[in-house]
């Protein structure tokens, strides 16, 4: 199962070492791959349910955008990502099952009651709450949410409570082993799994009440303006991450030391008109002054990157295109289009483990 203390994960895209990454940061590339981690795995029976008292029926909840519900404070990083667009595309379908055979889909639709094949939206981050690291999931699914709810408490090991805050509103926690485990269901089609941390002040609980209306001055996930920026240079992908400075340490001389003045970082993947992958990294922060060298530094270290046996794994070092740097006052960017054989090839190996650890 993907651990909620992974602290050195943002920058694999952009690191500069040449080597294959270390089991932390291939453990969010499979996050980023498969888009949700399940934070459901256990067994134990249902709590009996803590009810409110009867009133006026309330309209039904309604919830526009995923990332709306999660909050800024804390978090580090963020994958956001269309998981039924991307298997609908025929020709991907093949290295989407490269990837992630479709025994592994099966048996986690079997385990969740979701089927992440037939999911609009997903999202996975991961924060740093008051009681530790923790791992929040967003799905907006197209099952039952009473089945969706089942199949979570049926996985918990101890503890289980269970809060209806109203008709279309439920939450759930206890332990899965002895780790604290917390689920939402919200509205009629989205679901909220989190994984350690604070189940009281976390991200799951502030989700729901951002789902009610409260906490309407608390800034959310991608308000930060860095990130803001970010996603509107990217644009709109089937696959988009980001991870939020300052970076320090290791992270810090990521890129050639080009992170350690970055406030953000982002990526999205696109399939392409050749029915390639197309790759977008960009990196914010204020170049106003070395935009044209902070580019061609950026443009270095994808090279060294993709020269090495990790590069070389993922086809890096063979792209349908070479890569395209630009730069701009707040931010410097590249664009490779990749063979999506060659990687999906080298993502199956270099994540196998941890891809089948996330889809029990």
Known sequence: MLSASDRRTASS??????????????????????????????????PPPVTKPEGKPEPPLAVPSLEALLP????????????????????????VAT???????????????????RTPEAIIASYT?????????????????????????????????????????VRVSGKIGRSPHA??????????????GSLARGPCRIATLFARGALARAARALDEPS????????????????????????????????????????????????????LSVAVAG????????????????????????????LGLDAPVTAPLSTHAPDAVAFMVELDPRKLAKGLADATSSEIDQIMR
Do not use: K, M, Y
């Open 183 to 196: 689920f939402a269901a919200i509205g009629a089609d989205v679901a909220c799994f989190q994984q350690a």
């Open 72 to 95: 800024l404070a804390g978090l580090r990083w963020i994958v956001l990502a269309n998981p039924r667009e991307i298997t609908s595309i025929p020709w991907l379908v093949p290295f």
């Open 13 to 46: 895209r952009t690191s500069s070492s040449a080597e294959a990454p270390d089991p932390q940061r291939r453990a969010l590339l499979a996050a980023t791959l498969v888009a949700l981690a399940s934070a459901a795995t256990g067994c134990g029976a249902p």
């Open 286 to 313: 204020d170049f106003s002054r070395t935009g044209e060298a902070a580019s061609e530094e950026l443009a270095a270290a994808w090279r060294d990157l993709a020269e090495g046996s990790f590069g070389h794994l």
């Open 99 to 117: 990837v992630i055979p479709e025994a592994r889909f099966d048996r986690f639709a079997r385990g969740t009651a979701v089927d992440l094949r």
């Open 227 to 278: 990130l803001r920026a970010l996603a509107e240079r990217l644009g709109p992908a089937p696959a988009r991450a980001f991870a939020l400075g300052p970076f320090e340490g290791e992270l810090a001389r990521g890129a050639r030391g080009l992170l350690a003045a970055a406030t953000a970082i982002g990526a999205a993947a696109r399939p392409s008109a050749r029915e390639g992958i197309l």
């Open 129 to 169: 709450t008051s009681e530790g690291d923790a791992l929040v999931e967003l799905v907006r699914h197209v099952s039952d949410p009473r089945t969706v709810e089942r199949a979570f408490r049926d996985r918990l090991s101890a503890g289980a409570t269970r809060a209806v805050d109203r008709h279309d509103l």
